[in-house]
């Protein structure tokens, strides 16, 4: 054993070198074993093609030509092998179909015109069905009548910009925010200057009115957020954790959580009563410049300087869908009092949204500047403010512009003085207030003697909205 071993040590762990005789043995073997029976069952092919397919493959078959026939008559199929023969089967359909079209014989001359007229008009109807898919379909929304809205009061009382503004939830007074540093309450049917708050140590950029506690919440450029308790005219509670200029806030209608939005791209969610920082809600690349909260999903929606909208689940306190339409910085956004949906103003186009996706539903584009401010009332008019002075009023449901003011600064003003930077509707949406450069608030009222004779709706200029594809 031991000289055995010596003799075949230099072999010990080479590869076995295998003969090929044998290799195709075991194929023939294998293939006569697995497809032999489903090659006598579907081969619908005469028997010497057969023989001299098998004999390639290396097949020997005994031919029993009586026996096959009866087979080829009444074949026993299983169910597994006509899904494996039904490509095959309908190849062969597709071919004896070819065969018998290239063996017919030519139609006479009057049959082959008859065939051409009919495949010219069949051409004809595909092509219109196929321009009919291809031309997208263009419906004209007939607007609702709106009368134009004229001014019927300025307010003057700050020394700087008006920069923010906030309705009283039983609808007897207002609050302005201003570069000035001071927050100053307003009685909505005189105008009169009922009191002003002063705390900020610089320009105030957001105010809130909550309409289930007597408290205000203001931002402002000083990195601060302040809690104001109107019975007693004081700062209760101070919210800190924002590195820069916060410049939205908003309150959540049936959380004890507020909202803000600022220049360091984070959107803060606050517990009013503790004062803790409950979310860091990050993502944005720029300035948070508008914070919009509701009860229903998304309970948070953000719109950034980096033109992208992001809607938030607030109880996880990550970012659920980024919308990025838009190509220009967001400053302003309104939420629909009774549809699920939202716009977005930018420089580029408004935007109408549709909760809780973000999904888009209509454009509405001509007010070709930055716009500040946007606002909304019970009878779907939007209104838009602009950097230049500009504010353009339209109906929701269509997008028709149905007037368009441009602001006079007061005097003294000079005339770049006439951006405007906040607006809003009172609870009763018959009254506009607006916040301007000029340092005045205005406030603006439908007009009593408009008609829709005298006003009357130029539908040429209605922007057109895109349908659904549809056949005809």
Known sequence: VKRTHEMFIANIGAKVEEDENILEYKRKLKFQDEYAERVDKYLKINEVQKEKILKRLGVKVEAKREEKKEEEKNPKVDEEDKKLFEPLEKLTELGNIGKTIREAPKPVEEKKEKIEDKSKSLVNVLASTERQIMVKQRKEIKPQWHPPWKLMRVISGHQGWVRCLAIDPSNQYFVSGSNDRTIKFWDLASGQLKISLVGHISAVRGLALSARHPYLFSCSEDKSVYCWDLE??????????????????????????????????????????????VHSLEGHGDTVGS????????????????????LWDLGMGKCMQTLTQHKKAIRSMVMHHEEYTFASAAADKIRVWKCPDGQPLRNIAGHNTIINTMSLNKDNVLVTGGDNGTMYFWDWQSGYNFHQIQTIPQPGSLSCEAGIFASLFDLSSLRLITGECDKTIKIWKEDPTA??????????????VQLPLTLK
Do not use: C, F, M
């Open 232 to 277: 007693q005219n004081k700062i209760v509670r101070k919210y800190h954790g924002h590195l820069s200029g916060v410049y939205s806030i908003a309150i959540h209608p049936t959380l004890d959580v507020i909202i803000t939005g600022g220049r360091d791209s984070v959107a803060r969610v606050w517990d009013i009563r503790t004062k803790s920082n």
């Open 291 to 310: 914070v919009l909260t509701q009860e229903y999903e998304p309970q948070v929606i953000t719109g950034s300087y980096d033109s992208t909208i992001k």
């Open 451 to 464: 008609t829709p004779q005298t006003h009357p709706i130029k539908l040429t200029h209605l922007p057109p």
